[in-house]
């Protein structure tokens, strides 16, 4: 099923990647799973966007109502809501996600099942990656060229997923398969602000690693605020399991979704920035050679096509590097699950 509103345009993707910086910006954005507690206040927000011409929100239920909804809101952009259509001939097998796909420069995907209390990121993996398999294989069928940001967790492994899938369709472009780990800077620009009496605009957290527990390792040698070693510890600890308390606050409904909506859509804006030629650099979660981790989430510079350069990771504190060593075993741990996931 299918719903469009007005004047959906079908700009060529390519036409449109010629922009110039000065040139009005005008791109689709297709968001996967956009019925969810992500995905529909994520759709909201590059509803708003200055930088959407063209939003597809894709779902296996809900999506013709998100669309039309938000089709009322008087924004340049035009939206459009799919779900999977059955099979038709000629046999395509993923009419919804084609209709979707077709022309996207930037595919979020916040598609899978969110944590309850008690579980781990992991916890998710055997439902999570079979939806984000099939969606990378769409994207790699209907929008090769497109930048693809996942949000479905388990990051750690969603990412390894989706690259070996775009591997063995011949579509692997390292540059074009990010995992956003945006939240986890926000949450420490948040807390740090908080504790330092700052006001959190000027605050920008550089976090490293990957997106759980651990993994997540916030440099807040950098900041240039003073804090005791209890302060440190409290503040690097809450920063690594952030969603946890949200997990527990909404127990039982779900995971972080307002907060990672905002995340998701100040990290697609920005993709969508750096192709029109704005200069940008925030972190993200990107095939590497900064670790022996093959993916690792660093500060990275955004170009037209993507991931332009990854910025190098400079010196850790003895405190961050102590994590830093926790952190790598259990990294490539979780990415090398991914990656048995497609090959097994
Ligand atoms: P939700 O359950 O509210 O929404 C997920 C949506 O995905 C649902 O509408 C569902 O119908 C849809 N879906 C399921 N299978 C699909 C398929 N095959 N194709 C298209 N859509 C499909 O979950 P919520 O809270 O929106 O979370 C989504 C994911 O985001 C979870 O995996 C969660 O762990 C992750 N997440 C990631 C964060 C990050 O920082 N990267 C932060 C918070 C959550």
């Given amino acids: 099923m299918f719903v469009k509103n007005l004047a959906a345009r079908s700009i060529n993707a390519a036409a449109r990647r010629a922009y110039s910086a ?10 996967l799973g956009a019925a969810g507690g992500i995905g529909q206040p994520l759709s909201l927000l590059c509803k708003l966007s200055p930088e959407v011409s063209e939003l597809s929100c894709y779902d296996i239920v809900g999506t013709p109502g998100v669309a039309a909804d938000l089709s009322h809101i008087p924004t340049k952009s035009s939206t459009t809501g799919s779900l999977p259509s059955p099979v038709s001939w000629p046999l395509r097998g993923n009419g919804g996600l084609e209709e979707t796909l077709s022309g996207a420069d930037v595919v979020v995907i916040p598609a899978g099942v969110p944590r309850k209390p008690g579980m781990t990121r992991d916890d998710l993996f055997n439902t999570n990656a079979s939806i ?15 930048v693809i940001a996942i949000i479905s967790n388990p990051v750690n492994s969603t990412v390894p997923i989706a690259a070996e899938v775009l591997k063995k369709a011949g579509k692997y472009n390292p540059k074009k398969l990010v995992g956003v780990t945006t939240l986890d800077v926000c949450r420490a620009n948040t807390f740090v602000a908080n ?22 390792l916030p440099l807040f040698s950098r900041v240039g605020a003073k804090f005791s ?7 690097t600890v809450r920063t690594q399991f952030g969603g946890d308390e949200v997990v527990a606050a909404k127990a039982g409904a779900g995971s972080a979704t307002l907060s990672m909506a905002y995340a998701g859509y100040i990290f697609t804006e920005n993709v969508l920035k ?10 993200a979660f990107v095939e590497s050679d900064l670790t022996d981790a093959e993916f690792f989430a660093s500060p990275v510079r955004f170009g037209p096509n993507g991931v332009e350069e990854i910025l190098p990771l400079g010196d850790l504190s003895p405190y961050e590097q102590q994590w830093f060593d926790k952190m790598m075993p259990e990294l ?13």
Wanted: charged share 25%; net charge negative.
């Fill in 22 to 31: 000065s040139a009005p910006s005008s791109a689709k954005v297709a968001v």
């Fill in 332 to 344: 490539k741990k979780q990415i090398a699950k991914g990656k048995d996931f497609v090959s097994a």
């Fill in 274 to 283: 750096a192709m029109r030629g704005e200069g940008v650099v925030q972190c």
């Fill in 132 to 146: 984000v398999k099939t969606l990378v294989e769409g994207c790699a069928e209907f929008c090769p060229e497109a």
């Fill in 229 to 235: 070693d209890e302060e440190l510890e409290a503040i």
């Fill in 195 to 216: 504790s330092q009496g700052l006001d959190p605009k000027d605050v920008d957290v550089t976090v490293i690693g990957g997106h759980a527990g651990i993994t997540i």
